[in-house]
């Protein structure tokens, strides 16, 4: 596990929501293993043109059904339909414009083909101390699987 990525994780969402996502108590690796068995959903990409997974923490792993060496190597558009990913761009560009979305939700894909809605997810810049872009993270608890009919 990459102890940067999750601290710049963590930092950022910090600066945008004024809250720690998880106790910044004991050392890095302890933050990092928090982050990781965390009760609700926490991912993020990095910034290349088509954006790859970078961090799944274990109920991101066990929602879209991959380990993390399938995860991180996933660009993250293959996380929505489709169908589905104009509206998932639409979201990253207001992210990237406004440092973070509260409140989204949207319909994803596990690598299997389950569908789950995603509701009251947050979404914000992943960014060092100095501002440098690193790319997106998310975060959310409140998911329910979509029939398909």
């Known amino acids: ?7 710049r994780i963590l930092d950022s969402f910090e600066r945008w929501l004024g809250r720690d996502l998880v106790p910044r108590t004991g050392s890095t690796a302890e933050q990092a ?18 954006p790859i997974l970078c961090y799944g923490n274990a109920l991101a ?3 879209w059904e991959m380990d993390a060496a399938t995860f991180c ?3 993250s558009r293959e996380t929505a339909e ?8 639409r979201l990253l560009q207001a992210t990237t414009l406004h440092g973070y979305v509260n409140n989204y939700q949207g319909i994803r894909i596990s690598r299997t083909g389950k569908r ?11 960014v060092t101390h100095s501002g440098k872009y690193h790319g997106q993270a998310a975060t959310f608890s409140d998911y329910q699987p979509v029939d398909v009919k």
Not at 1 to 7: K, N
Not at 35 to 50: I, Q
Not at 82 to 89: F, M
């Open 1 to 7: 596990m990459d102890l940067q990525c999750v601290q």
């Open 33 to 50: 293993d928090r982050l990781f068995r965390a009760p609700f959903v926490v991912v993020s990409h990095g910034v290349e043109p088509d």
């Open 61 to 63: 792993l066990q929602l």
């Open 73 to 75: 190597r996933t660009p």
């Open 82 to 89: 489709p169908l589905h990913r104009d509206e998932r761009a």
């Open 116 to 126: 789950f809605m995603i509701q009251g997810a947050i979404v914000w810049n992943v």
